[in-house]
């Protein structure tokens, strides 16, 4: 049986996103962020934001909860979904996909847009020039080489998944291009959807099959995040490192 529903959980605020934003805030070139990016967790919010999908995960109806988890291997995807079966009262098997990894930033890492700008000069002009969409920082990745590992992700799932309902946590730019494929959107909308509506800390997409639709799926819920403010959580939009420049970690 392939998959029919996806949920598609970007992680709780992580302690790079902490980092970043300080960074940015204090106009730093460096975010000093506490480990290599596979590695960063989440902060006290980041779990409290987690446990709030969890409580909306348990008020699903049967027909409704994920069956199976698929998660990015980096720590905050993966404690997300962790945090969240915890507190929904719910075991379930995990399958780790290094394709829904966090985009790689190359030589950009760690470094602010001030810094890119400062250290790699010729990398903004680049980026300015080819734009968000297409613009690759050596020895990383575009947003079109992350839609590549989405395609592959969805035809997995459209074809060799098992579950009928799988609960994906994952990263913003990750999903953002989930919803990119779904919904076969061109690169001036998806890039409007990011500066308008960017995948807040913890919200919730959901994906379904349709058969009609010209990719075969539909989006039916985008950037949800009712099940934190319902719970008194604080909702958090936080862009991962080098936002300004080249839309890095999420």
């Known amino acids: 049986m392939p998959a029919r529903s996806l949920i598609l959980v970007r992680h709780g605020q992580s302690e790079g996103n902490v980092a970043a934003e300080s960074a940015e805030r204090e106009r730093l070139e460096r975010i000093a962020v506490p480990a290599r990016d596979p590695d960063i967790t989440l902060s006290e919010l980041g779990r409290e934001q987690a446990g709030a999908v969890g409580r909306w995960l348990e008020a699903l109806p049967e027909d409704e ?10 720590r905050r995807a993966r404690q ?23 985009r790689d930033m190359g030589i950009t890492d760690m470094l602010t ?14 980026r300015q020039w080819l734009g968000k969409f297409y613009y690759r920082p050596p020895g990383g990745e ?6 590549q590992r989405v395609r ?3 035809t997995d799932m459209a074809h060799a998944e098992r579950h009928d309902r799988v609960l994906v946590t994952a990263h913003d730019v ?25 995948l807040k800390n913890a919200a919730i997409c959901r994906l379904e099959r349709d058969e009609e639709s010209p990719t075969g ?14 719970l008194g959580v ?7 490192a080098t936002d300004e420049v080249g839309d890095g970690r999420g």
């Open 80 to 102: 997300t979904a962790e945090v969240a079966l915890e507190v929904a009262r719910t075991e379930l098997a995990f399958r780790v996909d290094e394709r829904l990894r966090d």
């Open 113 to 126: 847009g001030a810094g890119i700008r400062t250290s790699h000069p010729e990398e903004a002009e680049r």
């Open 174 to 198: 990750v999903i953002m291009l989930f919803t990119y494929v779904a919904e076969g959107l061109d690169e001036e909308a998806v890039l409007s959807r990011a500066r308008t509506d960017g």
């Open 234 to 240: 604080e909702v958090t939009a936080q862009p991962g």
């Open 65 to 74: 909860r994920p069956q199976v988890v698929w998660t990015s291997p980096y």
């Open 217 to 230: 799926w539909v989006v039916t819920d985008y950037n949800i995040d009712t099940h934190l403010r319902d």
């Open 142 to 147: 575009s947003w079109a080489d992350v839609a």
């Open 152 to 154: 592959g992700v969805l």
